[in-house]
């Protein structure tokens, strides 16, 4: 084979490789949308939490994320219980989409249990930035502002990234 073939060849076997390469968080092939839990709520050691009565997390301690795993798309029932209790702390129904990432954060206090299922609606914004995406889920505080400084950086001299955030 002459060298222009087999490096004729070389480039169509690496785009046939790297177009099985993508960015999305997939991990499972149960659905077709896929969901990550966040444990904001700092009352119960561990949180297990199911959609449509199948377990998508189990034992995830305080302040944790789990990983993304898939679920069904459609109208959806999300429960979120205390591991090892049955009694649903949340017991909420959502319509999830298809092709979506899901981030469910559940957050409060063992009065007021909160959650938030949020879509990932974000675009690559291009090497060297990053996304951020700032949710106020403290109980009780009000609105926070949310400054972005390097490590150290005295807050007085510098106005909030973002002001007042409910």
């Keep these: 084979m002459s060298i222009p073939r087999a490096l004729l060849a070389a480039l169509c076997l690496t785009s046939l490789i790297l177009t099985g390469c993508t960015k999305s968080g ?3 092939s149960q659905g077709n949308a896929q969901l990550r839990v966040v444990n904001g709520f700092s009352q119960a050691s561990a949180l297990d939490v199911t959609v449509d009565a199948k377990p998508v997390v189990s034992g995830l301690p305080f302040q944790s994320n789990s990983q993304y795993a898939g679920i069904e798309t459609g109208t959806q029932t999300f429960i979120v219980t205390v591991t090892g209790t049955s009694t649903a ?10 092709s979506t990432n899901y ?3 559940v957050f409060g206090q ?3 249990v909160g959650a938030l299922l949020l879509a990932k609606a974000f675009n690559d914004p291009g090497d060297g930035f ?3 995406r700032f949710v106020n889920t403290a109980p009780g505080v009000g609105a926070l502002d949310l400054y972005v400084t390097a490590p150290g950086a005295d807050l007085s001299a510098s106005a909030p990234s973002i002001a007042n955030a409910p």
């Design 26 to 28: 997939s991990s499972s």
């Design 89 to 98: 702390l949340v017991n909420t129904i959502y319509n999830i989409s298809s």
């Design 103 to 105: 981030s469910y954060v």
């Design 110 to 112: 063992q009065t007021a």
């Design 130 to 132: 990053f996304t951020l």
